[in-house]
């Protein structure tokens, strides 16, 4: 109902240039085209609502026409004494919006009961809308009376296929998708720890919905499913290091909380969960191609938590209920929320800063993906055929390189004199390629981008100083999670 009041409101100031919108604080995002078209007549007075009743009287008084939105009982519990003084015993034209809709945040976000209270101010007609459609209704209607007027706004009680909740989407891929998921006009909704902070989504912060939370709360959980059309699940202790730190927490995190959140998603009423799985799943392969079909042979901790995850969200899968699992290669590239643990990056990090690569054993493949290509992906998958995808798994990666490989293509992007040291040790063996051509095959998605676009994307931030400290342990999931207690 708040996204259609947002269309409304700036249709009819188009329409009507004696119309002013006056909010408390809150609602910025959808009221962005209104902001961009008449920012002269947005203000945002902030948590004073007898000052805003006050105001808004006073310019109808003046033959304006004043809308005033924030949360319901901020709006008519608080100023009640206001309202019935400047507004109902004078009857100006001034149109409250209130959205009640806020119950988690606590019993001053709780309106008592909207209907009755308004009864007592007779002279300002109040409407309650029950879904999206009366909302444009009574909008109208009340905007063509020159009496006052209070409309109440909730959720619509259907489930909003365009209401995406991105769980971990303050992190390195979720930064990059959030913005993606936005231009594209969905209503997004982040839950995220903010282990590595939030300043990833500063350029959008206004534009969702973010909160901060732990998904191994199931009030947490609750709350963020509230409206949910799709969940694309991105949360997880991720890569191998940071899942060897505590055990017990990458399985409460990884395994437990993404069965709970998947289950729940279903009985709330979600259509779509798109899991992110990880190709490491696999294990060692010799296979030329490794292909979704072969048996998984995880060897870690984080890869059989994902191994364990997948296969529960593959049974969640129903004919309401839409489900899909990728095996993403390693992400590669530019984000807001950088990671340098990763090993394109790490290579084209120390190639940058150092003018040196370091190669651990560098007989090992691993596939890696441009984080542009998995986020296209992931949008894309909000929209595919469910009889296509629904309970399926499918790989994801452009390029299957030896760590060998990986560092004279990032050694030649660069440029320079840059050396490769070499040596024969390592402690990771994982070696795999995997292929991507049921995707292909069955949605005809490829990636676009290339091991080469990924490191000049990062040799263009360096050089726009977007990293300034590669050696800060914010680029390492793993350097920072020793920092602090993920308990």
Avoid: W
Avoid at 51 to 62: C, K, P, V, Y
Avoid at 92 to 97: A, D, G
Avoid at 213 to 238: N, P, Y
Avoid at 449 to 477: G, H, M, Q, W
């Amino acid at each position: 109902m708040r996204n259609e009041f947002g269309k409304i409101i700036t249709e009819l100031a188009e329409k009507d240039d004696k119309l002013y919108l006056l909010v408390g604080d809150i609602g910025f995002r959808i009221f962005d085209e209104f902001i961009e078209k008449f920012p002269d007549r947005f203000f945002n007075l902030g948590i004073c609502e007898q000052s805003i009743i006050g105001i808004s009287a006073g310019m109808a008084l003046e033959g304006l026409r004043p809308y005033v939105y924030t949360i319901t009982p901020f709006l008519i519990e608080r100023p009640f004494e206001q309202l019935k003084l400047d507004i109902n015993q004078q009857n100006v034209n001034v149109k409250l919006v209130g959205y009640a809709d806020y119950p988690f945040l606590g019993p001053s976000h709780n309106e008592i009961n909207a209907e009755k209270l308004m009864s007592l101010l007779p002279n300002i007609v109040s409407y309650f809308p029950k879904n999206s459609e009366e909302v444009r209704k009574f909008l109208i209607e009340s905007h063509e009376n020159e009496k006052p007027a209070f409309i109440s706004l909730k959720k619509d009680k259907k489930q909003d296929s365009k209401k995406v909740l991105v769980t971990g989407g303050a992190g390195y891929v979720g930064a990059v998708l959030v913005p993606k998921l936005i231009k594209k006009g969905y209503d997004v909704r982040v839950v995220d720890l903010m282990l590595f902070g939030s300043e990833g989504l500063d350029a959008v912060k206004h534009k969702c919905e973010i909160i901060k939370g732990d998904i191994r709360d199931e009030k947490v959980l609750e709350k963020c499913l509230e409206g949910v059309g799709s969940v694309i699940h991105l949360a997880a202790i991720s890569n191998d290091p940071c899942g060897n730190l505590d055990p017990e927490v990458t399985k409460q995190v990884n395994l437990y909380a993404t069965e709970e959140l998947v289950k729940l998603a279903k009985k709330r009423g979600v259509k779509r969960f798109i899991h992110a799985s990880s190709s490491s799943v696999y294990g060692i392969k010799e296979e030329p191609n490794v292909t979704e079909d072969l048996p998984l042979e995880p060897i870690t901790i984080y890869s059989k938590t994902k191994a364990e995850s997948e296969e529960i969200i593959v049974q969640e899968a129903s004919p309401e209920f839409t489900t899909v699992a990728i095996r993403l290669a390693t992400v590669c590239g530019y984000s807001p929320r950088q990671r340098l643990d990763v090993i394109v990056n790490i290579m084209a990090s120390k190639a940058i800063t150092n003018k040196k690569i370091i190669v651990n054993g560098g007989d090992q493949k691993r596939p890696n993906i441009h984080i542009e290509d998995i986020t296209d992906l992931y949008i894309d998958l909000l929209t595919a055929p469910k009889e296509k995808i629904s309970g399926q798994v499918f790989n994801f990666g452009t390029e299957n390189h030896t760590l060998n490989e990986l560092a004279e293509i990032v050694k030649k992007t660069i440029g320079g004199d840059i050396e490769i040291e070499k040596k024969p040790y390592t402690s990771d063996s994982r070696s795999y390629s995997i292929s991507s051509e049921k995707i292909k095959k069955v949605l005809g998605i490829t990636p676009k981008r290339t091991i080469r676009d990924a490191v000049l994307d990062l040799k263009k931030a360096f050089e726009n100083n977007l990293i300034p400290n590669p050696d800060d342990t914010i680029y390492s999931n793993v350097k920072k999670m020793i920092e602090i207690d993920t308990k």
